[in-house]
């Protein structure tokens, strides 16, 4: 039998103030930190499970204090029972009495937890000899579901249906993740958009992101109106038409902030907009434009079915579209007309086509009200 013997934290602080790496309308000048954690075990093997929880400085020792509170619930435990049962962990960790008082489910306490759980799926990765997102696109539709906690769920997604979803979506999930294991998984860079950047870095990052092989680059935005106009005109010079340049506005505006501030910025063909306000302002956000809620239906079908959900912001992005869809909301999901999103998903997410571009190269399907 293995034993978890303890976590091992360390403060790493990263001084990205200097150069303004990192900053954005809300956060001007961070430090990017990590109150990183290790469970130990008395492996022979040595094993152990890594993860950190991204800080920006201050703050940085009020939430490893938080993860050393953790320490507790695990320390002296079987290992293979817990990792046999994250999600039973997971209920364990969130449903502590006195720590839930101060969420609840989110903030500090919340963020430790998170780091308590990615470590343990480290340790479970390491204990299957794969890596993480093989070992979760490897589980079951049940198996993924027995992680999900539906109490606030189930009016609008219950068990069932999220099992019925993934199973629906199961259909060619061996392909895909032979694609990821060929070709990997497309992303977009940061690098060139901090806040605090003279223009001409900003383009030279762009220039450099394009010819790496991005096909998007994300620059922050918010702070000055007449600024943001000014940079993503540099930065659609920089890059073309072909590559697509999303925003991110770190939660700073108002709702009729974001609204005004985005038709503004329409004419830079932006490729959505991250954080424009609070996360917690529902309805403000359902009080936006029709158009603001575009998803990549190829992503969003590939995640689900793939299961590939070991990101927070990714499951929730998912959650989110099946509840959406659920309530009857309407949802435009643009995905190229190759895609399988068609056969697959249009009797489960009631979808029709209704327009195209890009010489029928992108469909976009809406979803009935």
């Not at 022979?44 to 993860?51: D, K, P, R, V």
């Amino acid at each position: 039998m293995t034993t978890i013997i303890g976590f091992d934290t360390f403060d790493v602080r990263f001084p990205t103030s200097q150069q303004l790496d990192g900053s954005d309308a809300m956060n001007p000048s961070p430090d990017y930190s990590a109150a990183y954690l290790v469970i130990k075990t008395d492996s022979q093997a040595g094993l152990t499970g890594h993860s950190f929880v991204f800080t920006i400085g201050r703050g940085n020792d009020i939430e490893l204090s938080a993860v050393r509170a953790l320490e507790p619930f695990l320390a002296g435990r079987d290992l293979d029972a817990v990792l046999d049962d994250l999600g039973g962990l997971s209920a364990e960790l969130i449903g502590d009495s006195p720590l839930r008082w101060l969420g609840p489910e989110r903030g500090v306490v919340h963020m430790a937890i998170g780091a308590v759980l990615n470590a343990c799926w480290d340790l479970a990765a390491k204990r299957a000899g794969q890596p993480l997102w093989e070992l979760l696109a490897g589980l079951s539709p049940t198996q993924l579901v027995d992680l999900v906690d539906f109490r606030y769920l189930a009016d609008a997604l219950t068990r069932a249906e999220a099992i019925a979803l993934l199973e629906h979506g199961a259909e060619g999930k061996a392909g895909r993740i032979d694609s990821l294991r060929r070709d990997g998984y497309p992303a977009y860079t940061t690098t060139p958009g901090w806040l605090g950047y003279t223009d001409e870095h900003m383009v030279e990052l762009c220039k450099a992101a394009k010819e790496a092989g991005f096909t998007q680059v994300k620059l922050k935005v918010g702070a000055s109106l007449t600024d943001d106009q000014r940079r993503l005109k540099l930065a659609r010079a920089a890059v073309g038409d072909d590559v697509a340049i999303a925003v991110d506005a770190n939660q700073v505006w108002d709702v009729p902030t974001a609204i005004d501030w985005m038709r503004q910025l329409a004419p830079f063909n932006p490729a959505w907009i991250e954080e424009p306000t609070s996360p917690d302002d529902i309805l403000g956000t359902a009080s936006a434009p029709p158009e603001w809620f575009v998803m990549n239906a190829d992503w969003l079908t590939d995640f689900l079915s793939s299961s590939l959900s070991s990101s927070s912001s990714s499951a929730s992005v998912a959650r989110s579209a099946a509840i959406a869809v659920a309530a009857g909301s309407r949802i435009r999901l643009t995905c190229s007309s190759s895609s399988t999103v068609a056969s697959r998903w249009k009797s489960t997410m009631k979808l029709s086509a209704s327009s195209s571009s890009g010489g029928s190269r992108l469909v976009t399907y809406v979803t009935s009200p």
